[in-house]
């Protein structure tokens, strides 16, 4: 079966919103992690052409159960479940870490060669590592003080000069503009920009 051609602009977009730090990359994986194991169960029980309940015998669980597990928002599938699953569908099942490129690639369709078992393949690169981006919003120790304590330059002015709903976008904005920064720079520009507010 010939392999359909990458959408480099959807990979570019998929690198790029992993840029935006850790708590993206892991909301991402969390939610492709969801979205592939729930639709590849629905998939492969109509590619068998097996109901709910049918695949539910097999697996030895109730069908309510089967239905919680074909859906992204509810599904929680565990090892044992998913060896189960795996063995009621007589397919195999691979789990594994993976660097993003290679999460962006799959989840893109970018073609990419897997080295298979090998110690290269077995040692996982970070996102640091892969992409050189050594912190995600150049946060040095002022800035992350700044952002921790986010709230307590948010509390009400007593003068209401800037009000809340403006220091929260203002403060947004330093944050996304020391991405660009070298860390000190950024560190100092959010740590003063947070105790001026």
Not at 41 to 53: F, M, N, P, V
Not at 103 to 129: C, E, H, K, M, Y
Not at 179 to 193: K, R
Request: net charge positive.
């Amino acid at each position: 079966m010939k392999q359909a051609r990458t959408n480099s602009s959807s990979r570019e977009a998929i690198v790029s919103r992993l840029r935006r730090g850790k708590v993206a990359r892991q909301q991402f994986t969390e939610s492709h992690l969801a979205k592939t194991i729930a639709y590849q169960i629905r998939a492969t029980r109509d590619k068998l052409g097996w109901s709910q309940e049918r695949l539910a015998t097999e697996v030895g669980m109730n069908q309510n159960a089967i239905s919680r597990l074909e859906s992204p928002q509810y599904g929680k599938p565990t090892l044992t479940t998913l060896k189960r699953m795996a063995s009621a569908l007589d397919v195999g099942l691979i789990v594994r870490f993976v660097p993003f490129s290679e999460l962006a690639d799959w989840v893109s369709g970018t073609p990419r060669t897997i080295d298979g078992l090998s110690t290269q393949a077995l040692t996982v690169a970070n996102f640091a590592a892969e992409f050189g981006q050594t912190q995600p919003l150049a946060l040095g120790a002022g800035a992350e003080n700044a952002v921790r304590e986010r709230e307590k330059y948010l509390a009400p002015d007593p003068q209401n000069r800037l009000g809340r709903h403006n220091a929260t976008k203002l403060l947004d904005g330093i944050q996304g503009a020391t991405h660009q920064l070298p860390a000190p720079a950024g560190a100092s520009m959010c740590a003063t920009a947070g105790s001026i507010l």
